[in-house]
């Protein structure tokens, strides 16, 4: 064999890429809030007087921020982010402006097509990888802290000028599973732990109990029944969050009465969209990020769960980009929302209060390429409406979303009115959104309208690479 | 007689759950200022009680009644002079153990009555039995002659104290007075309401416990959490088959007459009078669930 790419420390790598000043450095998330790999990179960064670094994230964490982050933003070693969503800790610090250059919010897809297309340059990918070799092959469902598929490291560990895999798992040469391959990979560390697996299921919801999550749950899996969709072959995606997961639950339950076998579960996988697979339910999950252990587990051992790259999950094809994706032959995708406005936009990325919070995540690709795409939300949160009459900031837009569940009742959006007479014979509680609007603003009032300074702090961008809007600092 | 096949506790001090209270699909919410509120907190929540049902009275089918301090404390009349005036549809009054309680409260609700110009009686009372004396005077209180009365209550928890007795996941303990609850109730032809399952989270056991509580008579029971409630409704209403039956029992027992037959079978077996106003009522209750009044 040839000489290994080993180094003998991230320092080391970090020399060897040559990284200076103005530099792009790229990581995937999967480690979620148990991620020890960035802070580590980015601390070993610092160290090396390095400034003015972009770090281009799929997701960045309020524990990652908590490990270093905070400090060398203040320091002026990152001054700024692309993410495909983030926690409140960076959404914060971007919203009071305090990194110096502006942010960008991608979707999953678009932040593919970015890496692909090269309207971003990434100067070095650093793969936080469970298990690997010498030489960089390297796999996410295999060592102590495996976390399941590593779709996200898969286009930037191939479009970047470096790449460097860090694993606490060396095996000898030839790993025998492979999702990303030597040849794209230029050295390895190895470090004592890349981060608590325990970490992955960070905003994760369990099965909920919350009666009005599960109202919504009750509608949203009846509008899938009587959405016209719901038929051998049928395809699915649902979120993470209380009222998504038990949606799937019921729907499971609609499929077994009814005897629809599905062909496949697209995601962002959970235990729940497992447990459909193992009652064999669907033909095949195709997983581009594991949310929980159990997600995981599954894709190492079931040969019917399949790992797909982020680009194969969501990069929008066409003429200039991939020849397709998953997404588009989604039949039903079921996703939250912050907010949700009379024009049926929604807004992930910034809360009510006007803090950036979240991120686009496959919102937005889930919800244009899917037959009908689904926002599960509770009509207020605590003293805040859900269904406002604008959205405080956009992330999705209306045309692309084809109904609002709320515990409230069921509104479709207008373009699509074979939907609304379908659930209206089935008897379901349709109501328009003006309706759900004028409820919501009864209960809690009308919110004081944020204050937005005029310094642009954040752009979120779509699918195709425009700017679908623009967040400005908060004035506190 | 009004169908109540769930009757939904609500904190008289928690805003939040007030809010989605009429979502819950209970068919009675019940908001209490007795044992959920502290004592230093009663004339908030008698306020927040107050002014909830002005903000929803008319806007929602869901029966909203108050359960106000026992005629012990030195609160229940304040309950009542401050929450009539928004006219629940009835209060509930718990640890009763003779007539007298029931007339101390109506006397005081229809002076209240009289004074805010609120048509009398309007305002039902729901006596809950929860002490032995409460249970072995059932009948005496089922006939108290208010006006008022629109249901009896069966109250486990207390009643177990009450007793000395040891509460358990049969409830063979409250056996007795279920009974006798029921048979009081029906004499006087109100709705026997049936106790709270006290685990929120054993679904199966409160599955069972309600399928009981069907089988000895109860037409509805209290309910602690929301999630009790789809599956006690569901108990408590007609089944696609019991509705079939009934019809069938008309239809047999309609033809029999129409022949001049005294008695008429049907699938093998007598259709008798009894089974006549029995098999009318399911058909009501049913037609009330689906007419959408519920």
């Known amino acids: ?476 | 007689m009004r169908i109540r096949r769930t009757l939904l506790w609500i904190p008289g001090n928690n805003p939040a759950m007030m809010a989605n209270a009429p979502i819950l699909r209970a068919d009675t919410i019940g908001l209490d200022n007795e044992d959920a509120v502290q004592p230093g907190d009663k004339d908030a929540a008698r306020i927040l009680i107050r002014n909830y049902l002005e903000s929803v009275r008319g806007k929602h089918p869901l029966e909203l009644a108050v359960r106000i301090n026992d005629v012990t404390t030195p609160y229940w009349k304040d309950d009542i002079t401050c929450i009539a005036p928004a006219q629940p549809d009835a209060f509930i009054v718990p640890k009763v153990e003779r007539p007298e309680d029931l007339y101390l409260v109506h006397e005081l609700l229809t002076q209240v009555e009289k004074e805010h110009g609120l048509p009398e009686n309007e305002i039902k009372l729901l006596p809950i039995l929860e002490t032995a004396l409460g249970i072995e005077n059932a009948f005496l209180i089922a006939s108290t002659t208010t006006g008022r009365l629109d249901g009896i209550m069966m109250g486990g928890e207390d009643l177990v104290t009450s007793l000395g007795a040891l509460r358990t996941r049969e409830g063979r303990e409250i056996d007795y007075a279920r009974c006798r609850i029921v048979s009081a109730a029906r004499a006087c032809n109100l709705n026997p309401i049936d106790t709270v399952f006290p685990d929120v989270e054993d679904i199966e056991g409160m599955i069972a416990d309600t399928k009981y509580s069907r089988q000895i008579g109860y037409s509805g029971r209290a309910v602690i959490s929301p999630r009790h409630v789809t599956y006690a409704n569901e108990v408590y209403s007609p089944s696609e088959k019991d509705i079939l039956y009934a019809q069938e029992v008309l239809e047999a027992y309609e033809e029999g007459r129409r022949l001049g037959k005294g008695a008429v079978s049907l699938h093998g077996k007598m259709i008798d009078a009894p089974m006549i106003p029995r098999a009318q009522q399911v058909l009501e209750i049913a037609k009330m669930i689906r007419g959408g009044k519920l």
């Open chain 1, 1 to 476: 064999m040839k000489e290994t790419k080993l180094c003998h420390s991230i320092e080391d790598a970090i020399r060897a890429c040559g990284l200076r000043d103005g530099m792009t450095v790229d990581f995937n998330h999967h480690l979620r809030d148990g991620d020890y790999v960035i802070p580590m990179v980015m601390n070993a960064i610092g160290k090396l007087g390095i400034k003015d670094i972009k770090v281009f994230s799929a997701g960045i964490f309020n524990g990652m921020m908590n490990r270093g982050l905070t400090d060398l933003i203040h320091q002026g070693v990152i001054t700024s982010t692309e993410v495909t969503g983030n926690s409140s800790i960076l959404g914060g610090m971007i919203s009071r402006g305090e990194l110096p250059k502006v942010c960008r919010f991608h979707t999953h897809g678009g932040r593919a097509r970015t890496i692909v297309e090269e309207d971003l340059h990434i100067d070095v990918c650093f793969v936080a990888a469970p298990t690997a070799d010498c030489m960089g092959n390297c796999n996410g469902v295999e060592g102590p802290n495996a976390f399941g598929s590593i779709g996200y490291s898969m286009s930037s560990s191939r479009y970047a000028d470096k790449t460097v895999v860090i694993t606490d798992n060396l095996v000898p040469y030839p790993l025998q599973r492979t999702s990303i391959d030597e040849s794209v990979v230029d050295y390895v560390v190895q470090v004592d732990a890349i981060g608590d697996p325990n970490g992955i299921a960070t905003g994760i919801a369990k099965p909920t109990k919350d009666p009005l999550a599960l109202i919504i749950a009750e509608y949203a899996s009846k509008t899938i029944e009587f959405s016209g969709l719901l038929k051998d072959g049928f395809s699915y995606q649902a979120g993470a969050g209380g009222p998504s997961i038990a949606t799937t639950r019921y729907l499971s339950e609609i499929m077994k009465r009814k005897k629809v076998h599905g062909s496949f579960i697209l995601g962002g996988v959970t235990g729940t969209s497992v447990d459909l697979l193992e009652e064999g339910l669907f033909d095949t999950i195709m997983d581009v990020q594991c949310f929980d252990r159990k997600a995981a587990a599954s894709l190492r051992d079931d040969p019917r769960h399949r790992e797909i790259s982020d680009a194969c999950y969501a990069m929008r094809g066409g003429p200039n980009g991939n020849r397709s994706c998953a997404v588009d032959s989604l039949d039903v995708v079921v996703l939250g929302a912050l907010e949700i406005d009379l024009d049926f936009n929604c807004n992930l990325v910034v809360n009510s209060s006007g803090l950036i919070t979240g991120g686009a995540g496959g919102h937005t690709d889930t919800a244009e390429g899917s037959k009908m795409s689904m926002i599960v939300a509770p009509l207020r949160r605590t003293r805040y409406p859900t269904v406002v009459k604008k959205c405080t900031s956009i992330t999705t837009p209306g045309k692309d979303v084809d109904v609002l569940i709320t515990e409230y009742g069921i509104s479709v959006n207008p373009k699509n009115q074979e939907l609304a007479l379908r659930l209206k014979d089935a008897g379901l509680k349709v109501v328009s959104i003006e309706e759900l609007q004028a409820l919501a603003e009864s209960m809690t009032g009308i919110p004081d309208e944020v204050r937005f300074g005029d310094r642009l702090v954040a752009e979120v961008i779509g699918r195709n690479g425009e700017v679908i809007d623009r967040v400005y600092n908060i004035l506190e």
